[in-house]
């Protein structure tokens, strides 16, 4: 059984800095590709990030770039995704996901299997 599993959410101020985190069982994490979306209340969900299985590709939406940071310990079945100077309009649920189809996937419709969110709230 598939279990994805995200950590770190909570408040931040606007400026600040939060990570999250996500760990994956019951596949083979380092041959899966991986990725953060989020959901904000009355707006669709969009892509924020997504690794390769091995790190060598990134994407990053344009509204991360410069902000977020990326990365997986494939040893810890874990992913990770630094947030800092975040502003109020980062306020959503963040989801993690994992493709093990692919190696490498930045479409929503290439991921399998989600997390339940964490929710992160940014004030001004």
């Known amino acids: 059984q598939v279990q994805v599993v995200e950590s770190g959410g909570g408040l931040a101020q606007a400026g600040g800095s939060l990570r999250l985190s996500c760990t994956a069982s019951g596949l083979t994490f380092d041959a899966s590709a991986m990725g953060w979306f989020r959901q904000a209340p009355g707006k669709e969900r969009e892509g924020v990030s997504c690794i390769s299985d091995n790190s060598a590709w990134k994407y990053y939406a344009d509204f991360a770039k410069g902000r977020f940071t990326i990365s997986r310990d494939n040893s810890k079945n874990t992913l990770y995704l630094q947030m800092n100077n975040l502003n109020p309009e980062d306020t959503a649920m963040y989801y993690c996901?994992?493709?093990?189809?692919?190696?490498?996937?930045?479409?929503?419709?290439?991921?399998?299997?989600w997390g339940q969110g964490t929710q992160v709230t940014v004030s001004s």
């Open positions: 996901a994992a493709s093990p189809t692919y190696g490498w996937a930045y479409r929503a419709s290439e991921y399998v299997y």
